[in-house]
């Protein structure tokens, strides 16, 4: 299998897991090379449903190196229960699993300061987990974080922990009116943390770097969507980190020219968690059948999800940007019911048409979206198993929709199960 960076083309939910599960079979290894906890990816094998925020979903594959790379945030408390968690359902962890060393970590403090801007902005809210997430790339930025090799020091993640509280609860009084924190409970939560997250630590560059040399593949596992990336998605209504192909060279130290494709993964239709604009969003009748349908809700923080049809604008710069060479598509079977379906093929901004995305935020709630309509297939796609077996209909949009992307769909998902899924 050639090394292959799998990315989501919307605004993240689209099935990535799923579609690293699939391919996990034929890589040797899966990285995982951006966001944190505030992400999550959900497979079904044998009827068991495992959703995972930071370990790669392809640890459901027995015998594979799973590696968490220096561009994740980790929250140790949510790793080690997401260990213990696998553990209990009798997959194997140890000897499987690998944590960059210069991964940084998150603390209860990025986690307060999460809540508190969110609370303090009001209608201006980004609609963030409230995981911390932010905060601690925030943190990266401004050179201060600390990383997993710092709490393997104790010296020195002393001095770094005793730094960072005396501004942050700067910020906490001053700013907030909100309680500081205290030192030795922290020091004392991620000693015990450093003890059992310690045999699990590598030098990601250099392991994966000589697998390749080896002749090895690597699967680059992205979090996320590229709508929500921090340089190219509806900015400031995305995450804080890079969720497009580029992120995968910069969050495991793997250089570009040793990445052979990248596959774009989409919904058959578009959903987005939280604030920020949506041109194709449905009325609230077909929003709540298809939410209700697709089981739209976030795999992270429960929340509803809003859902809208077919974005081919959004998608087609998501291949630009990514350099996506295949699409996946996911939850086709959640528009069976539908008697008639649309794709947004461009954006109408006054007398202007636009077959990109406006860079200014302010611009997206001005544009309506032009449609082209197409007869639904009303019939059970479930249990398909190959492209051929699809009814004409739902045949005839997916070649509609590469026409329009002009990138070849090579997967086609039709429910959440392991095996409802095949190769075109």
Same mark, same amino acid.
């Given at each position: 299998m050639p090394n292959t960076v799998v990315v989501g083309a919307q605004w993240g939910d689209e099935?990535?897991?799923?579609?690293?599960?699939? +391919?996990?079979?034929?890589?040797?290894i899966i990285v995982r090379f951006q966001g944190g906890n505030n992400a999550g990816h959900t497979v079904v094998v044998g009827g068991q449903e495992f959703v995972m925020h930071l370990i790669p979903s392809g640890i459901l594959h027995p015998g594979k190196l799973c590696i968490i790379g220096n561009g994740v945030?980790?929250?140790?408390?949510? +790793?080690? %229960?997401?260990?213990?968690?696998?553990?209990?359902?009798?997959? %194997?962890?140890?000897?499987? +699993?690998?944590?960059?060393?210069?991964? #940084?970590?998150?603390?209860?403090? #990025? @986690?307060?300061?999460?809540?508190? @801007?969110?609370?303090?902005? &009001?209608? &201006?809210?980004? &609609?963030?987990?409230g995981r911390g997430i932010g905060p601690c790339y925030t943190d990266k930025a401004a050179r201060v974080g600390i990383r997993v090799a710092d709490l393997l020091e104790d010296e020195v993640f002393r001095r770094k922990l005793q730094m960072n509280l005396e501004e942050k609860n700067e910020l906490f009084v001053k700013l907030?009116?909100?309680?500081?924190? %205290?030192?030795?409970?922290?020091? @004392?939560?991620?000693?015990?943390?450093r003890e059992r997250i310690a045999k699990y630590v590598i030098q990601v560059p250099i392991v994966l770097n000589r697998a390749i040399t080896q002749g090895k593949s690597i699967l680059f596992e992205g979090a996320q969507g590229t709508w929500l990336d921090i340089d190219h998605g509806t900015y400031p209504y995305v995450t804080s980190s890079s969720a497009t192909a580029g992120g995968a060279c910069v969050g495991t130290g793997v250089g570009p020219t040793r990445i052979d494709q990248v596959i774009g993964v989409v919904k058959a239709y578009t959903t987005r968690v939280g604030e920020g604009p949506f041109p194709t969003e449905f009325p609230p009748p077909l929003m709540e059948q298809i939410r209700s349908k697709g089981k739209e809700f976030g795999a992270t923080t429960g929340r509803p999800r809003r859902c809208g049809w077919f974005d081919a604008v959004l998608v087609r710069h998501s291949i630009l940007l990514n350099g996506i060479t295949e699409i996946a598509v996911t939850k086709l079977d959640v528009l069976d019911d539908s008697p008639r379906v649309k794709i947004c093929t461009g954006y109408r901004l006054g007398e202007k048409f636009l077959e990109v995305p406006p860079a200014v935020i302010d611009r997206w709630s001005q544009i309506e979206p032009v449609y082209e309509e197409h007869p639904g297939w009303l019939m059970d796609t479930s249990q398909v198993s190959c492209f051929e077996d699809l009814p004409p209909a739902a045949r005839r949009y997916l070649k509609r929709l590469e026409e329009l992307l002009r990138v070849k769909i090579s997967i086609v998902s039709v429910g959440s199960k392991r095996e409802q899924a095949f190769h075109v």
């Open positions: 099935g990535k897991g799923k579609v690293i599960d699939m +391919l996990s079979e034929r890589a040797d945030v980790v929250d140790p408390k949510v +790793l080690l %229960e997401e260990i213990d968690s696998l553990k209990k359902r009798g997959v %194997e962890i140890d000897g499987n +699993l690998g944590l960059s060393d210069s991964a #940084h970590l998150i603390f209860p403090y #990025h @986690r307060a300061l999460d809540k508190l @801007r969110e609370a303090i902005v &009001g209608p &201006g809210k980004i &609609g963030t987990t907030y009116q909100a309680p500081p924190f %205290e030192f030795e409970s922290i020091y @004392r939560e991620y000693c015990d943390y």
